[in-house]
């Protein structure tokens, strides 16, 4: 049975015991007493008392902590691998990439944190030497981290890692559905002896145990992977003392697809988009408008590279679809679809639940063509593998259309014009742009705009959100 890691302690949770489910076959994977308020609370007091020490440490004693966990985890990668996926239902290619998001996170991070400087301003109306201006870095305080359940390593990994290198300590808080990868973290944590009160990593009900985090004082920063009204929810509740907040929320990603495209191979790139992890991620294609010239062409070549895919889970062979987090999350699935059809869009393939697999969450990948705007399917955030396809004309009114959400986190464009992308790159309202299948990495910032988040996750600017700025004017 999982643990709690409270203050360097592995410990029950003391309230209610809960069941993980594996949502390939909804079988129990294992179980775990839940944290309560009152352990919320003194995991806060912890991480309070922990960075007041942990803040003052070497750069390079942070670093050595930061890699000594690192090691841990590639030593366990297998299990964790095994953890991930049969918590969210990751095969194991999406589980491994997941696993090693986390290990390339703590190296990332204990690089980056040597690059965290200072500056000095010259004084204009005196004497070289009279008086200096000088700023530096600290670190903020105990931060908290709500983890979504997509990424249960990867999220965790982006907000655990900047923490601990910075000097500032940390709760990390797992989706309640994907908890158990991210706890063992914390037997790991344990393991190698992890100065107590730097991480603590517990589970446990939102209305309780997240409330309790947000609502209290000592925090200095929440950080928070979710929906927009999770976001709203999260202010809502921090708002009983001054606090920074660095949120990832949530996508309705437009993909605008040229004439001039190889359509085959945009094909490929749109199934590979919407079938890995069943699209459940928050970057992931939304509305894909499609130029008329090439629109019956692309359909077709969807459709047919379709047929390769199957049902799957673990290490399964072939081009597989494994299942949604949940049944309740596949039947929404099936409410936007039919949705859709009612509105009059035509399903093309898909959509339905395969045989032999109902007792796991289940949905094949469903085309639809002749989409609207005014369907729930491009309003809302699909989070699934629903492929919406509609045509356009004309570019400027595609992205008309791309920016009528009051989301902005992804956008994408296919095409080779240099003018069409300079055009698309110039109108798109979205937080990052991807230009014919290109990805991002560690190095470059992760954010969005409107409603889609505030601050940044990866790169040296996520780093600094873990600082505040001290200005020091002296005279010799």
């Not at 105990?142 to 655990?160: D, E, F, Q, R």
């Not at 459940?280 to 895919?309: F, G, M, P, W």
């Not at 949705?339 to 393939?349: E, F, I, N, R």
Request: net charge negative; hydrophobic share 40%.
């Amino acid at each position: 049975m999982f643990k709690q890691y409270i203050n360097g302690k592995l410990v029950d949770g003391l309230g209610k015991r809960a069941d993980v489910i594996n949502p390939a076959d909804g079988s129990v994977i294992d179980s775990l007493y839940l944290a309560t308020k009152e352990q919320a609370e003194e995991a806060l007091e912890a991480a309070a008392r922990a960075f007041k020490t942990w803040s003052k440490t070497s750069v390079n004693e942070r670093i050595s902590w930061m890699l000594k966990l690192r090691e841990a985890c590639i030593n366990e990668r297998e299990k964790l691998i095994e953890l991930v996926s049969a918590e969210s239902g990751r095969p194991y290619p999406a589980a491994a990439g997941d696993v090693d998001w986390f290990i390339t996170s703590c190296g990332f991070y204990s690089d980056e944190v040597k690059r965290v400087l200072g500056m000095s301003f010259p004084v204009l109306d005196k004497a070289p030497g009279a008086s200096l201006h000088l700023v530096e870095r600290q670190p903020i305080g105990v931060v908290v981290g709500h983890v979504a359940w997509n990424y249960p390593l990867g999220n965790a990994s982006i907000k655990l890692c900047p923490s601990v290198v910075s000097g500032c300590a940390c709760i990390i808080k797992p989706s309640s559905q994907t908890p158990l990868a991210t706890l063992y973290i914390g037997e790991l944590a344990a393991k190698i002896g992890f100065p107590a009160g730097v991480i603590n990593i517990i589970s446990g009900p939102s209305g309780e145990v997240a409330k309790t985090l947000n609502s209290s004082s000592i925090p200095k920063m929440i950080t928070l992977i979710g929906s927009s009204e999770t976001g709203l929810q999260v202010m809502r509740e921090a708002a009983t003392s001054v606090k920074k907040f660095s949120f990832e929320l949530g996508g309705n990603a437009p993909v605008v697809v040229m004439d001039d495209v190889d359509v085959d191979q945009v094909a490929a790139n749109i199934i590979a988009k919407k079938v890995t992890f069943a699209g459940q991620t928050c970057v992931n294609y939304n509305r894909i408008y499609v130029h008329e010239k090439v629109y019956s062409k692309l359909v077709d070549a969807v459709e047919e590279q379709l047929k390769q895919i199957v049902p799957g889970k673990w290490k399964d062979p072939g081009y597989i679809i494994c299942p949604m987090i949940d049944k309740k999350a596949r039947d929404r699935m099936i409410e936007l679809i039919d949705d859709a059809v009612a509105a009059g869009a035509k399903l093309v393939s898909g959509g339905n639940i395969p045989e032999g697999y109902e007792a796991g969450s289940y949905i094949m990948p469903a085309l639809l063509k002749d989409v609207t705007d005014d369907m729930r399917v491009s309003k809302e955030e699909i989070f699934g593998p629903i492929i919406p396809i509609q045509p356009f004309s004309e570019l400027n009114e595609a992205l008309e259309k791309a920016n009528n959400t009051i989301y902005g986190l992804s956008a994408y464009f296919f095409g080779h014009r240099a003018p069409d992308i300079a055009k698309a790159c110039q109108a798109f309202e979205a937080g990052e742009i991807f230009v014919n299948g290109a990805g991002g990495n560690e190095f470059v910032p992760h954010s969005g705009v409107k409603q889609s988040g505030i601050g940044c996750d990866k790169s040296f600017w996520s780093l600094e959100e873990y600082f505040d700025f001290k200005y020091l004017s002296v005279i010799p």
